[in-house]
């Protein structure tokens, strides 16, 4: 059996955690087109009340029907919310416990023995980072979140992390999670290489690890010659049992090819006439 933990605190009451945490799951889960089994499909989250309840990814807006990611085991409002992963081995255990400024979330993941991870373990990574930040601005919130278009572009990087820090410093572009500042590239994970995010507009920006190093460019040497480069975009990298709506963009080889036109052809061989009559 693996367990892993996470907490983050928050400036409200238990009582109060709870019901954001579950009333509210829609507005702090981040809407992107990786945060999805299904990006194409999902429209949001919704947590069914109750010990048998649903967690479900909402592929229909007037029914709430989707993909169910979990059932609820246990319920107890301002103390503990536990539920067994519907898409794996997974068991999710979630405490609230009153602090002198407010209440201390812990997720707890756990793995049985030959059990399966397929995204199951998601929550201990995205619950502090985005359920802290929206308990903090939840009474100032505009109201249902901004949705994001369903195709993203994807950029790829030796270094990701210093890449996104850039980016971010030269065009201000703004990420839901904090921009790493760990050793780069980034490391691997099971579910391979990890990402960063930007909103640019109604539309992301991910910043991938390059697998491979990028093929140089051909100088222009040759007369009449141009050297062009090629982009291929291909579909980027996605969690097992994941569909993504993410494209990548990397770069080919640059070719070099010539490039005379037969009039310019024609052009030569007449100027070089005139020179002959004249000699």
């Known amino acids: 059996m693996t367990s892993t933990t996470v907490s983050v605190s928050v400036g409200v009451d238990p009582a109060t955690t709870f019901t954001a945490f579950t009333e509210e799951l829609d507005q702090w889960w981040v809407r992107g087109p990786i945060n999805y089994f299904d990006s194409a499909r999902a429209l949001g ?9 649903r967690l479900v990814e909402v592929y229909d807006g007037a029914t709430g029907e989707g993909y169910e990611l979990g059932r609820i085991t246990v319920w107890e409002p301002g103390k503990r919310l536990a539920w067994a992963s519907s898409v794996d081995d997974v068991e999710i255990e979630v405490r609230f416990e009153a602090t002198a400024s407010g209440t201390d979330v812990t997720v707890e993941a756990t793995i049985p023995d030959d059990g399966a991870d397929r995204g199951g373990t998601a929550w201990v990574r995205v619950v502090p980072k985005w359920f802290g930040p929206w308990i903090a601005r939840r ?3 505009p109201g249902p979140q901004r949705e994001l278009a369903r195709l993203a572009v994807g950029v790829y990087y030796e270094k990701p992390a210093t890449a996104a820090r850039w980016l971010a410093s030269a065009f201000g572009f703004e990420s839901p999670d904090p921009l790493p500042d760990g ?5 691997d994970n099971e579910y391979g290489p990890p990402w960063i995010e930007f909103r ?16 140089p460019s051909r100088p222009r040497t040759r007369r009449g010659c141009t050297s062009t480069t090629s982009t291929r975009i291909s579909p980027a990298p996605r969690r097992p049992g994941r569909r ?10 640059a070719r070099t090819s010539p490039r005379t036109s037969k009039g310019a052809a024609g052009r030569s061989r007449r100027r070089g006439r005139g020179k002959s009559d004249g000699s």
């Open 45 to 53: 989250m919704r947590c069914e009340p109750g010990v048998g309840g």
């Open 139 to 141: 009474d100032s919130a």
């Open 183 to 187: 050793p780069d590239a980034l490391p």
């Open 200 to 215: 640019v507009g109604n539309g992301s920006l991910m910043v991938f690890k390059l697998d491979s190093p990028a093929p």
């Open 244 to 253: 993504s709506s993410a494209a990548s963009i990397r770069p080919d080889t």
